[in-house]
Each structure stands twice: as C-alpha cells, then as structure tokens.
C-alpha cells in the first residue's frame, strides 16, 4: 500500500540524528539543542521533547550518585547509564562522557574505553575534557572510527587544577589559549566542541573560529547551540545552581509534596482505596474462611 506524504514525513522524522545533521545546523545557522540524561525515563522524555543531542554526562557522579565532583565516576558507571538512557532514546544523537583516567594514561587506554561505551553502552560517540593536550588522543580514537565531541573552557574533571569550578578565559593569555584548544581539537578530527563557562565574547570568537559546531553551557548566546544539566534545568539537584543555569521547572517540591502525600494517606489509612485493590470471588473467599489453616487468620463480621 502506497504511504500517505504524513507517514512518509513521520518515518523520516524518527530516523536517528547523524554527526552529519548536527554539523548542518551550523551551516544553516539553525541552534543545537543538547540536555544531559542519565537514565531510561529522562532519555525518553528528552527523545519526546525534540532535543537534538543526548549526553550522558559524567555529571552523574554528582547529581545522581551524590558525589562531591566528576572524578570518583567510573566507566562501569558510565557504562550502566549509558545503556539505560540508550533504551529510552529513538532519535537523538547520544553522547557517553569518558571519565576521569579514562582516556589519560595513555592513547590506547582512550581508544580501548571509547570503544567500550560505544560498544557495551550503545551510545553514538564519545566525549572528553581537554584541547591542545588530548589532541594526539582524540585524533587516535577518531581514527579508531569513534567519532568525538571534544571539551574545553571550565574541564570539570580537573576543576582543581584550574583552581575550582570558576570562569575561563578572562585574560588574554587565558582567553588565546581556549581558542586554541579548540582550534587543535578541530584538526584532531572532533566532530562538534563543548565550551564550557568562558565570557559570552570568546565563546562567539571560538563558534566563529572553528567550523564544527561549538555548543555552549555558560558561553553566551552566540555560539552553535546550547546544552544543560537536566537536573539543574528542571530544580532536581539541591546543592547549587550555577550562574548559566536557567530553571525551567522546579520539580523537587512537587516530588516531595507527593512523598509526603502518600505518607500521610498511609498513615490514615486512606490509602490504598478500593480503587487501588484487587477482589477475590466470593466462593473463594468463603471457602478460605472455612479452611482451618486460615480461618484464625480472616476477619470476619460473624466472628
Ligand atoms: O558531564 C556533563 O554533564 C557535562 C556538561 C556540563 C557539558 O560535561
């Protein structure tokens, strides 16, 4: 049977979200829109929210698993989450973070845990933290046949040595040596460039340096597309909110009152409601009544 133009238009529109694709938008001036998610329910609302870019951040160790940063994430960690938001994402392009000495010890160490997250994880390409430095690394892994998102600005994973999670690139020196960075991850072979938390002007110098998409978290407006935390976006992560962060929801309070709700209905005794309970043939209950082994057990009226 011949397919109407709509389900024509709607296989087209489930097909999965290529390297390709995120590289045209720049062409087409069109914003990237990338969130983070860490676990099948938020992979598949982000899927149904239209988001172009998933990543599965090692973000995780601090607003999933309550660490104090990013360092203590493991790649088994990663590994378990990457699968489970794999499950919930049809569409978008999904990104697995490579943690901390995952990819620093050495050039085969990296291209054998790239290979790992994509393999044992089912992500579409890999991301990792730094520029000049890790370019022999990224180019290796992409040669490997992994594609790669580099990451560069505020690095989370090595925060102390760039003196805490604080703006990048405030002088010149600094500001040079960011552009840099990108500029060497570009010729490495990486596919788009994560900037994170430099001045709002350098993050519009580096979208205008590179060609590949430069998508920015706390870089201002004028880079290739943006991308947040999940969890700070929608109020889930109580410890703090960071300067770029906008709150577009504030779902904590609405859990809670729910938890609270249920303990309450609980401790009343109106929940469950019969609504919520299962019945049993009448026959069959009587029968239970009878049976000696039980009949202690039954409240009954007549009793
Ligand atoms: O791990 C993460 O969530 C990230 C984003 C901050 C870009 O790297």
Redesign the pocket.
Same mark, same amino acid.
């Given at each position: 049977m011949k397919k109407t133009i709509l389900q024509e238009k709607n296989k087209m529109s489930e097909k999965k979200i290529t390297i390709q694709n995120i590289q045209q938008a720049k062409k087409d001036n069109k914003k990237i829109i990338?969130v @983070?998610a860490y676990d099948y329910p938020f992979g598949l609302m982000a899927d149904q929210a239209g988001v172009d870019i998933v #990543?599965v951040? $090692?973000?995780?160790g601090m607003v999933v698993m309550g660490l104090d940063g @990013?360092v203590g994430v493991t790649m088994d960690n990663m590994i378990h989450h990457i699968k489970a938001v794999v499950r919930g994402c049809k569409k978008a392009m999904i990104v697995g $973070?490579m943690p901390f000495m995952s990819y620093n010890t050495s050039i085969r160490e990296a291209i054998i845990n790239a290979g790992r997250l994509m393999k044992e994880g089912g992500c579409d390409v890999v991301?990792l *933290?730094g520029g000049i430095d890790f370019a022999p690394t990224v180019e290796a892994i992409v040669k490997a046949g992994i594609p790669v998102q580099g990451?560069v600005g505020l690095t989370?994973q090595t925060a102390s040595a760039l003196g805490g999670f604080k703006i990048q690139g405030k002088n010149t020196q600094a500001a040079k040596r960011i552009i840099d960075d990108a500029k060497a991850l570009e010729h490495a072979g990486a596919f788009s460039i /994560?900037v *994170?938390a430099v001045p709002a002007p350098l993050g519009e110098i580096i979208a205008q340096t590179v060609r590949i998409p430069v998508i920015g /978290?706390g870089a201002g407006s004028q880079v290739d597309g943006q &991308? #947040? &935390?999940t969890h700070d976006m929608v109020g889930l992560f109580d410890k703090f909110v960071p300067r770029f962060v906008k709150q577009y929801a504030q779902i904590r309070p609405i859990i809670i009152d729910a938890l609270k709700a249920f303990k309450e209905e609980v401790s009343t005794q109106s929940f469950p409601a019969s609504e919520h309970s299962f019945s049993m043939p009448d026959n069959t209950l009587e029968e239970l009544k009878k049976s000696k082994r039980f009949s202690s057990l039954i409240k009954t009226e007549d009793k």
């Open positions: 990338m @983070t #990543l951040g $090692d973000s995780l @990013t $973070d991301k *933290e990451h989370p /994560i *994170e /978290i &991308v #947040l &935390v």
